[in-house]
Antibody, heavy 115, light 107 residues
Framework: EVQLVESGGGLVQPGGSLRLSCAASGFTFSSYWMHWVRQAPGKGLVWVSRINSDGSSTSYADSVKGRFTISRDNAKNTLYLQLSSLRAEDTAVYYC????????WGQGTLVTVSS | DIQMTQSPSSLSASVGDRVTITCRASQGIRNDLGWYQQKPGKAPKRLIYAASSLQSGVPSRFSGSGSGTEFTLTISSLQPEDFATYYCLQHNSYPHTFGQGTKLEIK
């Protein structure tokens, strides 16, 4: 069974940093491109970032470019999103998702940016 | 960036109704489009990929059509469990972009 389990969310002050993780199981993680998508409270889905299967290529939404970094460890079957210089508008549930258009999603982890 | 304009933003319908949701892309995206259903507090669920291919396990009352810039999701006969929010997603080019969502409510 394919499973994606996010962790690492929490309350952080503006300007702070956080690293999100997404543990994958039930499939050959190293064969898939992976994505992060976020959803602010009561709002729609917003694509954030993607990484190719071996980690050599990445893309970002303009709103997070230069502040967020996506990475992966195929030996650990884990996807990461490093969040830096956080702003109130980054408050959201962050989902990791497999492939395009993503067929499996994690349950999400909530990031709250507030003082 | 490719903009996805989804309509309507909300829709009130009854069990048994046929409903259609539309997404229009600001430029051609071939058939690089998926449709998702999301219920409150849950992750999105993929219904359709490649614009018209039904995800395994999804009821056949859901169907997708279109190519290029115009796409539709149709639910042929609404069931109680279909009341949710629906999103389209283009994955033709980066950044990938979602439609604004359609909230389907019970009349």
């Amino acid at each position: 069974e394919v499973q994606l389990v996010e962790s690492g969310g929490g309350l952080v002050q503006p300007g702070g940093s956080l690293r999100l993780s997404c543990a994958a199981s039930g499939f050959t993680f190293s064969s898939y491109w992976m994505h992060w998508v976020r959803q602010a409270p009561g709002k729609g889905l917003v694509w954030v970032s993607r990484i190719n299967s071996d980690g050599s290529s990445t893309s970002y939404a303009d709103s997070v470019k230069g502040r967020f970094t996506i990475s992966r460890d195929n030996a650990k079957n884990t996807l990461y999103l490093q969040l830096s210089s956080l702003r109130a508008e980054d408050t959201a549930v962050y989902y990791c998702a497999r492939g395009s258009p993503s067929d499996y999603w994690g349950q999400g982890t909530l990031v709250t940016v507030s003082s | 960036d490719i903009q996805m304009t989804q309509s309507p933003s909300s829709l009130s319908a009854s069990v048994g109704d046929r409903v259609t949701i539309t997404c229009r892309a600001s430029q051609g995206i071939r058939n690089d489009l998926g449709w998702y259903q999301q219920k409150p507090g849950k992750a999105p669920k993929r219904l359709i990929y490649a614009a018209s291919s039904l995800q395994s396990g999804v009821p056949s009352r859901f169907s997708g059509s279109g190519s290029g810039t115009e796409f539709t999701l149709t639910i042929s006969s609404l069931q109680p469990e279909d009341f949710a929010t629906y999103y389209c997603l283009q994955h033709n080019s980066y950044p990938h972009t979602f439609g604004q969502g359609t909230k389907l409510e019970i009349k």
